[in-house]
C-alpha cells in the first residue's frame, strides 16, 4: 500500500455516498467532518444530487462497477482503517460495495 500521500499520519477513513453540492450532507459534509477529527477522507461517489438545503432537483447515480472501482482502487492505494457509508442509492450499488467490502475491505471498520 502506498501512503506516501498522507505520509502515513493521518488515518485513512473511506466514506462511499451520494454527492451534495451544497455540502450539507454526503460524501462533502462526511469529508469535512473526518477532516475536523483528523482523519485523510477518501470518497468512492455513488451518485451525483443537484440539491441546496430543503430542496432536491435531479438525482443521477454512477454505475456500480464504476462504484466498486473507486473503492477496491482506495483499498488497493492506501491503509483504509474505516469506512463509512451514506446513500447506496440501489440495489446494484449496495451488492457491488458489499462485494468489495467483503473481499479488499474484510476487517475494516464500518460505520453504516
Known amino acids: ?17 451520494g454527492s451534495d453540492n451544497s455540502c450539507g450532507a454526503g460524501a462533502q459534509a462526511d469529508l469535512k467532518t473526518i477532516t475536523a477529527l483528523g482523519g485523510y477522507g477518501q ?11 430543503g430542496r432536491v432537483e435531479a438525482i443521477q447515480a454512477v454505475r456500480s462497477g464504476v462504484v466498486a472501482a473507486q473503492a477496491r482502487l482506495s483499498f488497493e492505494a492506501f491503509p483504509v482503517g474505516a469506512v463509512k457509508t451514506g446513500m447506496l442509492y440501489s440495489t446494484a450499488i ?13 476487517g475494516v471498520p464500518l460505520v453504516a
Open 1 to 17: 500500500m502506498d501512503d506516501s500521500i498522507n505520509g502515513g499520519v493521518l488515518p485513512v477513513v473511506l466514506t462511499i455516498a
Open 94 to 106: 449496495i451488492s457491488a460495495v458489499a462485494e468489495v467490502l467483503s473481499g479488499a475491505g474484510r
Open 43 to 53: 470518497t468512492a461517489m455513488t451518485c451525483v444530487v443537484a440539491e441546496v438545503p
